[in-house]
Structure formats: C-alpha cells, structure tokens
C-alpha cells in the first residue's frame, strides 16, 4: 500500500506542479478559472488518497466543504464574467 501512496501522491504533485503553471501562464480569465478548479480537484483526490492510505475518514468533511466553495466560486466568477462580456 505504500508504494501505491507514494505513486499516487506522485501524480498528483506532478499534475499540481503542471495545473499550476497554466494558471500562472494562462492567457484569459476563464484558463486561470479552469486551472483554478483543477488544482482545488487535486487537492481533494489527494486527501481522499490520503484517507484511504491511513483508513481515516475524518478528512470527508474537509474534502465536502472544500467541493462545495470550488463550485460556488466557479459559479460566481463565471457569472460576473458573463456579464463582462455582455457590456
């Protein structure tokens, strides 16, 4: 199990380390957004592999309340976006 945390926590920091240099290049508002929400998705996969690695289910809420303000933050910035555009 072990080599499987460390493969897996390797992935991710590889494709956190990727995500983060779109967010830090990306040309337009919605690129960052998009890199934005991805690195917030890797940060919950790698506590949900961290939760299954130590079989410790207290870090659930954490990964709910983590999914919950992406989604709201993706909406809000999506929407004030929008109504950029429209103007």
Known sequence: MTYV????STMLLVAAV???VRVLRG??????????DTVIALCMCGLAAWAAFS???TVVPAIVALSLVSFVGSIAIARFRVRDDET
């Open 5 to 8: 945390w460390l493969i897996v």
């Open 27 to 36: 040309p337009t508002t919605l690129d960052r957004l998009v890199a934005l």
């Open 55 to 57: 079989r410790d289910s």
């Open 18 to 20: 990727l995500t983060t």
